[in-house]
């Protein structure tokens, strides 16, 4: 009963995040690692840019809601890069370090994010400064070479908090992996 409950939850979530525009991201062979393509779909009323605002900032994709003001607050943000350590659970522990070399009184939690197709642990993060943030770690698998996160930041008092939570979950939900690159649209071209 519990395991039809989680997948009518996860159909659920995808079939919410196809109400907006796609998100594409892709990158070409590098070394041993394939060429990659993610693929998912941004909430309803938010802006998916791979090309534009992500390459400015050096990550895959962004996702964010209204008009780009380059504030990390409330936006959704998707990196990849080569598997070069051993397990997820090696991401998460060196992200938690990173974070707790520039915030040492910052708390976090990690938990475990459900996704049909690839395992995704998250890293949520109470920072002393009162901004949150939530990483969600996920492994297409040893073949594709490659891991990803979604990341958003919010601060601790944020009115909007759990729907642009749940938001994020939902995209996390809907990503998918493809190996190879894929050819983006003229308009997402620099």
Known sequence: MRSILLALLLLLAATQARAGEPIMASGARDGA???????G????GWTADCCTYARAIGVAAVVYRGEWTGEPQRVMVLNVWPAKLPALEAELAADRTRYHQHDPAGRD????IPHPHMRCLANVYEGSDHIDD???FCDPGQASGVRLSWSMTLGANESQRRPLLD???????GTAYRR???ALP?????
């Open 33 to 39: 690692t394939p060429a990659w393509t993610i693929i």
């Open 41 to 44: 779909t941004a909430p309803d």
């Open 109 to 112: 939690t990690t938990m475990a």
């Open 134 to 136: 939530m990483v969600v």
């Open 167 to 173: 938001a994020l979950l939902r995209v996390v939900a």
């Open 180 to 182: 190879g690159a894929t």
């Open 186 to 190: 003229a308009s997402a071209q620099p």
